[in-house]
């Protein structure tokens, strides 16, 4: 009995250091304005960047001649199938899309 309480103990502090880690990775951080922000530890992406699209949104950037850039990929696309619908992404002009080290979509 004492061999599988000791592994039942010696797992659950493993499980707490874990959890410790983790939230103090992710706890909030205060500005020096008194304010609080997200994480600080958490870096930023290539591109600040927006939920899915709205229908206007797509129609005025197909107007404009824009990308829907994928910030989780990598990618952006010129139409298509994931035009504006991805979870993270931002419309842009093609050029600004390459010189941010964006590749087109194999797939559009």
Known sequence: MSKLRFRLVTSLVGF???C???LAQTA???TPAGGTTAS???SSSKTPTTGPATGAQIAAAKANHQVWVNSDSGKYHKGGRWYGKTKNGKFMSEA????AGYKAAGRD
């Open 20 to 22: 410790s880690i983790t």
């Open 96 to 99: 600004d899309a390459k010189a």
């Open 28 to 30: 909030p951080t205060t």
């Open 16 to 18: 707490c250091l874990v």
């Open 40 to 42: 600080a530890t958490k």
